[in-house]
């Protein structure tokens, strides 16, 4: 809007005005300069630590644990959330293995060979 533009103006900073009239009248007559970069500044991010909230787990380890092996263990009981969590086809995959696991250990408790 009109007012906008007109606060615009208004609200610059000189660099940012002196910068703007050399785009409109072109950069042709504008010296380069070569500069190295300034390392006496320090990040204050650095030294005062990040002002963003970090994430805390709600759950502690032992719970944690205790629910990733039980969901493991009992692989078709879970299939909800191994669903949710994966897609079909890798649960479908890891139910095959645990099935497949499951034959191998029968089998091998048949011959007299216990894990």
């Known amino acids: 809007t009109k007012y906008q533009k007109k606060i615009g103006t208004y609200d610059k900073q000189k660099w940012e005005a002196t910068i703007e009239q050399k785009i409109l009248y072109g950069l042709t007559h504008v010296q380069m300069k070569s500069t190295k970069p300034n390392t006496d500044f320090i990040d204050l991010d650095l030294v005062r630590g990040s002002s963003f909230a970090k994430a805390k787990p709600k759950q502690g380890f032992m719970t944690v644990a205790k629910l990733a092996t039980f969901r493991c263990l009992f692989l078709p009981l879970y299939s909800k959330w191994w669903m949710q969590q994966t897609s079909l086809s890798i649960f479908t995959l890891m139910f095959c293995l ?5 034959d ?3 089998k091998s408790r048949e011959v007299g060979i216990l894990f």
Do not use: F
């Not at 645990?98 to 499951?102: G, L, M, P």
């Open 104 to 106: 191998i250990l029968e």
């Open 98 to 102: 645990n099935v497949w696991n499951n």
